[in-house]
């Protein structure tokens, strides 16, 4: 059913174009909400993270642009690399910009936002200007990240003003929605919730995963074929990480998994992703002659993610112990590995984990790599028949997190 055309912003600095961007769930809301008759637009920078692009060659303060029928506005910030002080100015100026021209376009009736932890505040300020609704799009707990990593405790001085501004920001919503399935626990832990004398109303406090979409997935697994003889190898089980390749990922614990398993010819671990870690992470393999562990693309287009991720016999998520995932995750590439119907392995026990509730794999914190490998081996060793009912069960799961579902859900609270 066609709704009457409301106007919709979708704010998130990261999001990119659908060629270049991993995290897909901004464009995929925006093609299915503009599919069930709602003008979207997506305000995100310029400057692709993690990325040398900047699509603003000159000085044009912002530039539309259309992929498909997923519409783009693309605002001109700081190339930043790698510098955390020159990230946190494209942050401030994104949102300050955005604020600027919002003059320029059809006023929206609803803006949808990913709030960054500096100025975000600017955004909500321009939805009550506008009249429009103010949705907050929570990807991040932050800075409970930050308390979860061990980076900072949770009575550091600037983890109690960061949170103080956490809680302000959440006041201005006028629905909240968390990408991870504990949202509403982490609110009421906070004691932010009007039973505990906190300013938010639980019934205005939702939950919509990152997702995967199912169709796209499909398609692409059969059009975007990687021709590489390590991935079309069915004489050896494939144990497939794919993602970013940094301290907090922890991939060093499957390196050593990799080490206990080094005399089982029949398992190669094809590590697919990038960070400051895999540089010395491919160094320790080559020290310690692990012919088990390759090393595969630093970056892999999305189109080329299905068919790559279906080629695997067991996928893993690898974390940092000690409390992540406390409020569940919602982690892209985890839906992907469901929809490519394969058990997953995780090293951490998280909250409202889909791996334990459609029972598609392991999810433990192991307390050497010889545990973490005899869990590996458990998922590579199985009867094929236990197996085989395993895979049917993580693609049935997948269903429940398909982009077309979770839209019609974000379309009841909008």
């Not at 609704?133 to 405790?153: A, C, F, N, T």
């Not at 010395?280 to 310690?288: G, N, P, R, T």
């Not at 469901?338 to 997953?344: F, L």
Request: glycine share 6%; charged share 25%; aromatic share 12%.
């Amino acid at each position: 059913l066609l709704v009457m055309a409301k106007i919709i912003w979708l704010v998130n600095m990261s999001a990119m174009p659908p060629h270049l961007e991993p995290r897909l769930q901004t464009i995929k809301l925006a093609q299915y909400l503009g599919e069930k008759g709602y003008d979207v637009k997506i305000f995100a920078s310029s400057v692709m993270h993690n990325m040398d692009i900047d699509l603003i060659a000159d000085k044009s303060p912002y530039i539309e642009k259309s992929y498909g029928n997923v519409h783009f506005i693309h605002i001109k910030t700081l190339q930043y690399g790698e510098s955390k002080i020159k990230r946190i100015i494209s942050s401030m100026q994104f949102v300050q910009r955005v604020a600027r021209y919002a003059h320029n376009f059809p006023k929206p009736d609803v803006i949808i936002h990913v709030p960054g932890f500096l100025l975000g505040y600017k955004i909500a300020n321009l939805a009550k200007k506008l009249k429009a609704k103010y949705i907050s799009q929570v990807l991040d707990l932050y800075p409970e990240s930050i308390v979860e990593l061990g980076v900072m405790g949770k009575n550091n001085p600037i983890i109690k003003v960061l949170r103080w501004y956490e809680k302000w920001m959440y006041k201005k919503a006028n629905e909240h929605v968390f990408s991870m399935e504990g949202g509403k626990d982490y609110i009421i832990d906070q004691g932010w919730d009007t039973e505990h004398g906190g300013p938010i109303d639980l019934n205005t406090v939702h939950y919509i995963n990152n997702g995967v979409d199912l169709k796209d997935f499909e398609y692409n697994k059969e059009h975007y074929i990687v021709e590489d003889s390590d991935l079309q190898d069915t004489s050896v089980k494939k144990v497939m990480y794919l993602g970013s390749i940094r301290l907090a990922n922890n991939v060093m614990q499957l390196v050593k998994v990799a080490e206990v398993l080094k005399e089982r010819d029949d398992i190669k671990f094809l590590i697919y992703g990038n960070g400051d870690e895999r540089p010395v992470l491919e160094s320790y393999c080559k020290e310690h002659d692990l012919k088990n562990v390759l090393f595969k693309d630093k970056w892999v287009e999305p189109k080329y993610v299905p068919y790559i991720v279906s080629q695997a016999d067991v996928h893993v998520l690898n974390y940092m112990p000690g409390g992540f995932g406390h409020y569940g995750g919602s982690q892209s590439k985890s839906f992907q590995y469901m929809a490519s119907g394969k058990p997953i392995c995780c090293n951490i026990r998280m909250a409202y984990c889909p791996i334990t509730k459609f029972n598609i794999g392991i999810a433990n914190e192991f307390q050497s790599a010889k545990e973490y490998a005899d869990a590996i081996l458990s998922l590579v060793d199985m009867p094929k028949a236990e197996y085989d009912a395993m895979c049917l069960r993580a693609k049935e799961a997948a269903k429940q997190y398909d982009y077309e579902y979770l839209t019609s859900k974000m379309i009841e609270i909008i």
